[in-house]
């Protein structure tokens, strides 16, 4: 899974990708708390994870997560589940 397979590295890649200014305490603060964050960038983020990933990211399951290490854990158990 590239550079995201942990959670610095998630982070780095929305820092870098997404020009958000994000803490590492950002990674457990709700979403709708984030300064700056917004549905534009789940969109962005969603097609971003697909390219990184190389897989569809279930949207649905994105929207239910409250906060980045969410997304990153529903990303990470997705690669893992689908390792051979």
Do not use: N
């Amino acid at each position: 899974m590239s550079g995201i397979d942990d959670l610095d590295g998630f982070l780095r890649l929305l820092r870098t990708e997404l020009g958000l200014e994000l803490s590492d305490r950002d990674a457990y603060t709700d979403l709708a708390d984030v300064e700056g964050w917004d549905s534009l960038h789940l969109l962005r983020l969603v097609s971003l994870l697909e390219d990184e990933t190389g897989r569809r990211i279930p949207v649905r399951q994105v929207l239910e997560a409250r906060t980045f290490q969410q997304i990153h854990s529903l990303v990470a158990g997705g690669a893992r589940a689908a390792a051979p």
